[in-house]
Nanobody, 123 residues
Framework: QLQLVESGGGLVQPGGSLRLSCAAS????????IGWFRQAPGKEREGVSC???????ANTDSVKGRFTISRDNAKNTVYLQMNSLKPEDTAVYYC?????????????????WGQGTQVTVSS
């Protein structure tokens, strides 16, 4: 069983950057696929970026070229580097871990979730 804790959210101006971290505790973190999701007020949870066990990372179209997912298995940590932030990126961001081999934007593909971290992009 994994426990996930996100950090790094905050208030940033449009065009700015943030790096979110997701620290995992538990055995076998390296063997899980990881996803970053976000949920804005009044909207459904959306898959943003993911890294499968045996697949390349993938991003949703709205963040391509701006967001980058990475992981450091030695530190049991996954990161989401977010550049050129826009007001529409404002949301609570969640990391999730699952056993599927391939990257997935489906929330149902993930078994473990963090509590979320707020990202607000505003001038």
């Amino acid at each position: 069983q994994l426990q996930l804790v996100e950090s790094g959210g905050g208030l940033v101006q449009p065009g700015g950057s943030l790096r979110l971290s997701c620290a995992a505790s538990g055995f076998g973190f390296y063997s899980y696929s990881i996803g970053w999701f976000r949920q804005a007020p009044g909207k459904e949870r959306e898959g943003v970026s993911c890294m499968g066990r045996i697949s390349l990372p993938a991003n949703t179209d709205s963040v391509k070229g701006r967001f980058t997912i990475s992981r450091d298995n030695a530190k049991n940590t996954v990161y989401l580097q977010m550049n050129s932030l826009k007001p529409e990126d404002t949301a609570v961001y969640y990391c999730a871990a699952g056993r599927e081999n391939y990257c997935s934007a489906r929330a149902s593909a993930y078994d473990y979730w963090g509590q979320g971290t707020q990202v607000t992009v505003s001038s």
